[in-house]
């Protein structure tokens, strides 16, 4: 009923050793005394899928790249370059020096007023 020859045989032989397919993991972890790595197997695979899976919106790695990206463009809203930064505080400084100027400017001409009766 089956016809198996040489190159079958050893094929089949190499691929058992080579662990694939489902009879060669299952003869190998019975003759290794691993019969609980495929849980264990399982139970890695459905962790990892939690963590990534390919064109997964859901999953931890891909909820945080979203929250990178938003985090990323609202950073580059409220950076503000160095220049324009150094720009920024020459104008501060020359307004405190005028509004310094003025307070003092003030002073000496409150000083003139004659004083109210």
Known sequence: MFS???ETLEAGGKAILELRGDLGKLLFTASAGLGHASDVLAAL?????KLH???????EIALLKKR???LKSRKETINTLAS???????ERVE??????RSLAERSVLSARLPCPP
């Open 4 to 6: 198996l020859d040489d």
């Open 45 to 49: 695979e459905t962790e990892a899928d």
């Open 53 to 59: 899976r390919k064109q997964a919106q859901t999953t």
């Open 68 to 70: 990178f990206a938003e």
């Open 84 to 90: 324009t930064f150094e720009a920024l505080e020459a």
């Open 95 to 100: 307004a405190q020096d005028q509004y310094d």
